[in-house]
Each structure stands twice: as structure tokens, then as C-alpha cells.
């Protein structure tokens, strides 16, 4: 689905659109703290198009649920669970794309601000998978990464799509770009194997 | 801190009172989604109360930034970023609101509502611990939930606080009210446990 530009309508499940909205909006709630945290301009203009694309999938939620209501009060009113629903997404991807604009705009973090985004135990990265990568054209599955490194892929960004807490039979492709979290040291580890710098891992595989 | 009433200026750390409305927001959106999937009213009344204390916290943390910048624009600056993150884990807050007065006002939870908040292998539950009840003043970390019943504690409800993710160290009392996450088994016998309608784990404490 495209960001930008002109809003077709295209029939899409009620159900998936709510899952998708709610699924980002919760991936754009963790990127924008580790943008504000790292100070990653990156990651937080990321949470920005998220939050366009989230606006667009509310605009089709609403025009899905008006010709699902028929005109029929009963349906109406059975639907107005999922329209609030919908509409505390968007808030809460708001909430987001205003953590990450104190990133885009130089606003500078406050060390509180950062220190309370700290979690010890789990950091998010961002990676690029690069041709000829290690992992290119793995299954997410066979790299078992939570055993290897500590940590977990929760999101693959591949054109402009995003593909939320993949799954296992999900295979890797060059050009996409991986959100991980967990631990820092297996985080930088894998960040560079998908990014070719090292491929030590190779043999295990 | 009251949930209501005038609310005097104490001076609390704005980094504290940042942890907390930064904790309690994202406590509430679980609890949102579960008061939603399962329709429970009194998970429900929970948010709308926490709500309400969220916004008081807004108010005092508005109060020590204020005082904070004592009138010097530098100050101020560097204390944007603090306010925005409030302010966004305020939004946060009153989305998960939103979700909660669906299920208080009885509009009817639809079931793709349901369905989309549903993720099989954890469900959030509430328990009240009773007076004799095998687990009221034994440590968390004693309890062994993790592994005995693959179910955590995510928050304690003591009077009018709330411990968010309480620590090992910290010891259950009568009275507390607990929010656990995890397996359904496991959660339905925790409550059991703690409400003192079995006790058949007391002899491995």
C-alpha cells in the first residue's frame, strides 16, 4: 500500500486492516523510543511514514466500515467497537510520531528522556540486508537467532511494506531492511553480518 | 498519590514521574486489550482509573518543568523534549481509555475486536490475594511463577499505587491485587492460588 498519494478504495478485510494498524502502531511505539534513546534520525522518519501509512489505513478502515454497515443501525452500532478501536491506533501512532519529531527536529534529548527509554536488556537495531549477505535468502527459522545472539527480528521493512513479528518460514531477502531486538553485543553481531561485514557465521549454517 | 481531589504541588523528580506515566501508559494499553478481548468490565474500570491518575501526574510533571526551567530559556529548551514525551505517554493513556469505555459502556465488544487482541500464548489476569492464602507474604522471586506456571507478574495494585514490573525482592501482601501475563493454564491456577481457593503448591515453597 502506498504512502502517499491518492487513497483508492480496495476492499481489504475489516479484520486485517485493524490487525495491521494495530500491530504498527505498537512496532512504531518501540521504534520512536529507541530513536529518541540513540538519537537515530533514521529510526524516527521511519516512525513518520509510519504514522502517513497508519492515516491511510484508517481512511480505508472507515470507508470499509460505512459500505459493512449498509445502512443498517444494527450493523452500525456492532461496529462502532471497531471504529474506536481504530481510532485509538492512530492516537497512539500519534503519540509516536510526536516522540519521534523531537528526534527529526533537533530538539535534542534531554538525558531523562533517554533514561527512561533504557532498558537494559533489550535494544532495538535496524539493519540493511545486503547481496551476498550471510543471512540473504535464509529462512528466519534456520538462522535461529534467539539461541545464537539474543535476539529476534520483529520487524522486515521490504519496499514499502512491513511485515510485523514475521515468522519463522519467512525468508530474507537482499534490500530488506530488519528491525531486531535484544541483547547490544548480539544486535552489533548480526547487524554486521547482514550488512556483509562479516560472514563467521557462515559455516554453521 | 490520590487518584482525585486538588492536586498540591509536591516536588517529585521529573525523571520518576516520566517512569511512571511512561510505565503506566503502556500497562494500560495491555490492560485495554485484554479488558476488550475478554469483555471485563473490571479490567476496564481499571484503565479509566488510571487514567485519571496519569492526567494528575501530567500536572505535576507540567509543575516541575515550570520550575524546572526557572524563567531561563536554555533551561527551557532542553526541557521540550521531557514534555513531549509526556504529553505522548499522555495520548497513549487516553487511547487505551478509549478501548476501555467500549467494554464500560456496554457498546458490545465485536468480535474482530476480540479476535485481534488475541494472542494465544499469553492472556492478562487479574487476581485478588486473600488473607491465608498461600502466597500472600512470600517474595515474587520465591514464587518461581516463570517456571512453575509460565506466568509473570507485570503489576501490583497496592491501595491506591501501582507497582509496574515488581521486582523479585518484593514481597505479596493480602489485599494486593496482581495483573499477571502468560499461559492461560497457568493464570487460571495462579488466581486460584491466590485467592485461596487451592493451596497445592504450599509444601515446594
Do not use: C
Request: charged share 30%; aromatic share 4%; no cysteine.
Amino acid at each position: 500500500m502506498p504512502p502517499f498519494g491518492k487513497i483508492g478504495y480496495k476492499p481489504i478485510p475489516v479484520r486485517d486492516l485493524l490487525v495491521e494498524m494495530k500491530n504498527l502502531s505498537e512496532l512504531m511505539i518501540d521504534l520512536a523510543y529507541s530513536s529518541a534513546l540513540f538519537n537515530d534520525k533514521e529510526l524516527a522518519e521511519d516512525v513518520l511514514t509510519l504514522e502517513k501509512h497508519i492515516d491511510n489505513l484508517a481512511y480505508l478502515l472507515d470507508m470499509e466500515i460505512m459500505v459493512a454497515s449498509r445502512g443498517d443501525p444494527k450493523d452500525a452500532e456492532a461496529l462502532i467497537g471497531v471504529s474506536t478501536v481504530a481510532a485509538a491506533t492512530d492516537k497512539i501512532s500519534d503519540a509516536a510520531a510526536d516522540i519521534a519529531a523531537i528526534v527529526t527536529r533537533d530538539i535534542g534529548v534531554h538525558p531523562i528522556v533517554g533514561a527512561i527509554f533504557e532498558k537494559v536488556e533489550e535494544r532495538l537495531m535496524k539493519a540493511t540486508v545486503k547481496e551476498g549477505s550471510t543471512i540473504s535468502g535464509k529462512r528466519i527459522g534456520k538462522l535461529d537467532l534467539a539461541a545464537r545472539m539474543g535476539i529476534d527480528i520483529i520487524a522486515i521493512r521490504r519496499n514499502k511494506d512491513w511485515i510485523i513479528n514475521p515468522n519463522e518460514a519467512e525468508r530474507i531477502l537482499a534490500g530488506d531492511i530488519l528491525i531486531t531486538r535484544g541483547a547490544p553485543q548480539g544486535s552489533k553481531e548480526f547487524k554486521d553480518l547482514a550488512e556483509g561485514r562479516t560472514s563467521h557465521l557462515e559455516e554453521q549454517y
